[in-house]
């Protein structure tokens, strides 16, 4: 049974840092694409950033040069750096991976698909 736990969430000011964490269990984590995504209130859910098993990754233009997503493989564990964060940087965000065995919408985004996700963590900006 894939798992997928996200922590780090929180409040910060515009400016700061946040750094999120994506636990993951039961699932082959080296060998398969990795993202995350974010919904604020009253959007649709957007991709922010990917990474690949060969450690190739992808940004969505509204956060590249200011957000960082990268793996411990040893640890089964995704992480996104977020800094210079903004306002419109609030919302939801969840860990999201691709499994035989989905629980959710299929996302295709910079040639990986996105079907499995965990529950979300809140990150809120505020000016």
């Known amino acids: 049974q894939v798992q997928l736990v996200e922590s780090g969430g929180g409040s910060v000011q515009a400016g700061g840092s946040l750094r999120l964490s994506c636990a993951a269990s039961g699932y082959p984590f080296t060998n398969n694409c990795m993202g995350w995504f974010r919904q604020a209130p009253g959007k649709a859910r957007e991709p922010v950033a990917g990474?690949?098993?060969?450690?190739?990754?992808s940004y969505a233009g509204s956060v590249k040069g200011r957000f960082t997503i990268s793996k411990d493989n040893a640890k089964s564990t995704l992480y996104l750096q977020m800094s210079s964060l903004k306002p419109e940087d609030t919302g939801m965000y969840y860990c999201?991976?691709?499994?035989?065995?989905?629980?959710?919408?299929?996302?295709?985004?910079?040639?990986?698909?996105?079907?499995?996700w965990g529950q979300g963590t809140q990150v809120t900006v505020s000016s």
């Open positions: 999201a991976a691709d499994s035989p065995n989905p629980n959710g919408a299929n996302w295709y985004w910079s040639g990986c698909r996105y079907n499995y």
């Open positions: 990474i690949r098993s060969d450690g190739t990754t």
